[in-house]
């Protein structure tokens, strides 16, 4: 088994903490908690017959106030950027966090999602943007840490994209 | 080219010219084309014999797997079932050859195994043992029925000094687990998530007060747990202790941690989420769980047993002192109680001093004398007591002797209040005593019909009358004589009595006779020796204080007197008078 250090991006209350619960312990609260510092949890996945122990870093949600500092991102062996489908300028917090990973981590795989797909009519990112966002080599998934839909493929897909990947030397730049 | 030089050669037209063009071709073909033909035959040889194919991959196999390795792990997933299968199959046809070779390794890994865990089992049965039967050991039973916590628990709160339950070995820059041990007591949660949640914690605290890289969180504290975090360059240590470590631990996980770098450094370098070539940091994180209990000074516990000791005699001494004080006092009140003329009528103690309060008689008997008899210090003894008549017959009887002053020859006895008198006395006395009696406090009514009274000149008259008889020429009192001088004896003690009062005494004189027969001269001697024999009787009966008793003169033999009237004459007589400063003041002659 390896173990293999994944973080949580994203702006605040676009559903990180939900996606995490609902993956490792397949539960879901109404209850918005906000995440102070990091919250780490732990889940054990097979991929391509190799087991992975993925240990995920919940960061806190950034917003105009709070930015999310460098020195949680290191050593992650991938990260998952999260938006909020309901909230157009969780893309923008999306797009300067991915940055600042890749700044700090290099070029390792994630994948980013668009949570609260059981609220689509009420989305303001539309397939424009994302469009945009795949053409820029994003791995771009939907889904609803409430209903569970897309949770396990989102960790799924990181998982694989790691395996396929021959590991990294951890010296970035 | 070359094969279609060859198919052109058979179609020669005649024979001679043919073998002959035959010969140069062959010779054109070897000369131009022999190293291609050469190389033609090895090749099929390659195809045909696959011994020789092997025989080349075998050269290049090893740089091959080591490429692939590095690129993937798919070559090992191929692999791994392979040689599992050739491993199992390998026990199964020679497992002696297995045991052979792992024995080296296991055998000392299994003796320490089994010497830690007796080890542990020991200390634990110690401790049990030490702590079961101690006064302590009842304390923290009691504890942990109260809390409802474990025994074992409540004893390891109270004995340990520390012990490092648990030590994590940490990547520290991911975060991830390396390596982690823990005691067997050790409540392990999930020591991944909390390898994260360490190091984040290290970066939120940095990140929170703005701390430089080389500025480490070295300590968190929780309850009765510390966690000590020993930095290296690659990977940290992260030590959960219960209790109070001393800073000495600090080296020894320094010392552990500067090993594991030293050997490691590679493995760290290139960690890339596989921590399986850290179990060969186990024997140094081991080296990092050390425990120091207290154990008690057994000089101490001596110490106790024996202030124990002396508390407990102390207390049954005094017990034995507060009971026989106890004793005594209820012993004198009992005493006091059943005493004629005396009442209780309040009594009680406090702390070794007595109170008592009640009524006594004047005459009841002294209480200090039974307060000594009870056997307690009439120091501590407080008596109040109010004067009273009792009127207990003993008492009363007291009380009438005292105040009607009885002579010896009268008794006084009390019938029901009636105070009776008998004997003896002057009439003057039974006079007054008649008056005074009845006011006697206790005394209803007097009687005295048994006191007899008589007066002084009739009791000497009595006395004067009296004649001893003694046989011929004998001056022994006989036994037939000695019931008149009993009589005179009693007469002269009731004589002493009534004379008392008045300065007077009694004087008592005693005359010896002899009959006419006879030398004078012996007659005389006789006379006196009779005289002196009766005094001699008297004496006995110790009349020296009630009278003054002489030996009276010898009377000379009567001249001229009968025979019979010779016999009458062999007597002794009384002469009783009453003299006051030795002067006779009344006589009465026989």
């Known amino acids: ?173 | 080219m070359s094969s279609d030089s060859g198919r052109s050669l058979p179609n020669s037209p005649t024979s001679e010219g043919f073998t002959s063009r035959e010969e140069d071709w062959t010779q054109l073909r070897t000369l131009l084309l022999a190293p291609e033909q050469t190389q033609l035959d090895e090749l099929r040889e390659r195809l045909d014999h696959r011994m020789v194919h092997s025989q080349e991959v075998s050269q290049v196999l090893p740089e091959a797997i080591a490429i692939r390795g590095v690129g993937d792990q798919q070559l090992s997933n191929a692999l791994t079932p392979y040689v599992e299968n050739g491993f199992i199959a390998a026990v199964r046809k020679s497992p002696r050859a297995i045991v052979d070779a792992i024995a080296p390794i296991m055998g000392p890994a299994i003796r320490q195994a089994i010497a830690r865990a007796l080890q542990s089992m020991t200390q634990s049965l110690n401790r049990s043992l030490d702590e079961s039967l101690s006064i302590r050991g009842l304390r923290w039973r009691l504890e942990a029925w109260r809390t409802g916590r474990p025994f074992a628990e409540v004893v390891l709160v109270h004995t340990l000094r520390y012990r490092v339950e648990q030590v994590f070995l940490i990547h520290r820059e991911t975060g991830l687990l390396l390596h982690h041990v823990a005691t067997d007591a050790a409540v392990v949660q999930d020591q991944h998530v909390i390898s994260g949640m360490l190091t984040a914690i290290q970066d939120y605290v940095r990140d929170s007060f703005g701390a430089s890289p080389d500025q480490t969180l070295d300590q968190v504290e929780v309850g009765e747990w510390t966690v000590w975090i020993e930095q290296g360059s690659q990977a940290y240590l992260a030590c959960v202790i219960r209790g109070t470590p001393p800073a000495s631990l600090r080296e020894d996980v320094h010392d552990a941690l500067a090993h594991i770098h030293a050997l490691h450094a590679n493995a760290l370098a290139d960690f890339a989420g596989d921590a399986t070539p850290f179990k060969a940091t186990q024997p140094y994180l081991e080296s990092c769980l050390l425990a120091h209990y207290e154990r008690p000074p057994k000089q101490g516990a001596l110490k106790g047993w024996i202030l124990i000791g002396l508390i407990v005699l102390g207390v049954v001494w005094w017990g034995w002192m507060a009971y026989q004080a106890q004793s005594r006092w209820s012993h004198l009140l009992d005493r006091l109680r059943e005493e004629p003329g005396i009442v209780i009528t309040q009594a009680r103690s406090m702390w070794g001093d007595y109170h008592i309060e009640g009524l006594r008689d004047p005459l009841a008997k002294a209480p200090t004398a039974l307060v000594i008899e009870a056997g307690l210090n009439p120091a501590t003894v407080k008596m109040e007591w109010a004067p009273f008549y009792a009127l207990d017959a003993p008492l009363v009887l007291a009380r009438a002797q005292s105040i009607l002053r009885p002579p010896e020859s009268v008794q006084f006895h009390i019938e029901g209040g009636i105070l009776v008198a008998t004997g003896s006395a002057s009439p003057d006395w039974a006079r007054e005593a008649k008056r005074l009696a009845v006011l006697v406090p206790g005394i209803s009514q007097y009687r005295d019909d048994g006191l007899v009274t008589a007066s002084i000149s009739a009791l000497l008259d009595r006395i004067n009358r009296t004649v001893i008889h003694f046989p011929s020429g004998s001056s022994t009192v006989e036994p037939s004589e000695r019931v008149a001088l009993d009589t005179v004896a009693a007469i002269l003690r009731e004589l002493d009595q009534l004379v008392s009062q008045s300065s007077q005494r009694v004087h008592l004189e005693v005359l010896g006779w002899t009959d006419a027969t006879g030398p004078p001269a012996r007659n005389l001697q006789l006379s006196q020796e009779r005289a002196e024999a009766v005094v001699a009787v008297l004496r006995e009966k110790r009349l020296d204080k009630a009278a003054t008793v002489v030996l009276g003169s010898v009377r000379p033999l009567d001249q001229g007197g009968s025979n019979q009237e010779s016999a009458n004459q062999r007597v002794a007589t009384l002469r009783a008078t009453l003299t006051a400063q030795g002067q006779d003041s009344q006589t009465a002659d026989p």
């Open chain 1, 1 to 173: 088994m390896i173990q293999k250090k994944i973080c949580m991006l994203g702006g605040f209350a676009v559903g990180k903490t939900s996606l995490v619960r609902r993956f490792v312990s397949n539960v879901f609260s109404d209850q918005y908690q906000t995440t102070i510092g990091v919250t780490v949890e732990k889940k054990c996945v097979t991929v391509a017959s190799q087991e992975i122990m993925m240990v995920l870093w919940d960061l806190y949600g950034e917003d105009e106030f709070q930015h999310v500092r460098d020195l949680y991102l290191r050593g992650s062996s991938g990260y998952i950027v999260v938006m909020d489908g309901t909230r157009k300028d969780t893309l923008q917090t999306a797009l300067a966090l991915q940055q600042t990973a890749a700044n700090t981590v290099g070029p390792v795989p994630f994948v980013s999602i668009i949570n609260k797909a059981d609220m689509r009519s009420e989305w303001e990112i539309d397939e424009h943007v994302i469009e945009q966002l795949r053409d820029r080599s994003w791995t771009v998934l939907f889904g609803s840490a409430k209903l569970g839909q897309g949770v396990d493929e989102l960790f799924l897909n990181l998982a694989t994209q790691m395996v396929q990947r021959p590991p990294l030397s951890n010296t970035h730049p």
